[in-house]
């Protein structure tokens, strides 16, 4: 019976494990080069507690996972998340009580041009999910991609997009209810990348 309700949590955790490598053979590492301006290598670029501002045009990272609550995505989703912390980088927003509910994971990046820069991550996403061709989004952030489709072999519909903000790149990736449509999945997607956009 548990291995029954673990399942779909396991699939959902390769889904976005799969889709993050993706994104960052895309676009390459998130670590600030030597010579970037108001940067220097192995400093942490995360912006502190007592800052009011992010910081975009100097090139440092914004940890997203620090800036949308609980609240947010769980109105988005429609139901109850708690926010976790993803071993090597950014978070997942599930239902501890139900592991068929819908979930999502976030991540942030600092965009690498010599990467490929924004289409590098777009990329590396859209070689994931099969399904329809993505898209970008206009008015969202400074630039945005959507995409969604099945992914390794499965049935269940789910949603990848970035978007970019500054040097800034946030990736989400949803996992929704059992047998949600495309239509809906897609528009969830464009939601919370709209919802991180006002919030970086």
Known sequence: MRIRRTLPRLAATAFVGVLALGALTGCGSDEPKADSPGTSAGTDQTPGPASDETDTASGGLIDICTLVTEA?????????????????????????????????????????????????????????????????????????????????????VRGSGLVRVGTNVFQVDLSPDPGTNATKVRSTVVDILTLISTKA
């Not at 708690?82 to 994971?105: K, Q």
């Open 72 to 156: 947010e995505i769980s109105d988005l989703l429609g139901g109850p998340v708690t926010s976790e912390e993803i071993p090597g980088g950014g978070c997942n927003f599930s239902n501890e009580d139900d592991p068929r509910a819908a979930s999502v994971s976030l991540n942030s990046s600092v965009l690498d041009e010599g990467a490929g820069g924004f289409e590098g991550s777009v990329a590396g996403i859209s070689g994931v999910l099969q399904g329809d061709a993505g898209s970008p989004l206009d008015g969202v952030g400074d630039q945005a991609y959507v995409k969604t489709g099945t992914f390794g072999g499965g049935e269940t």
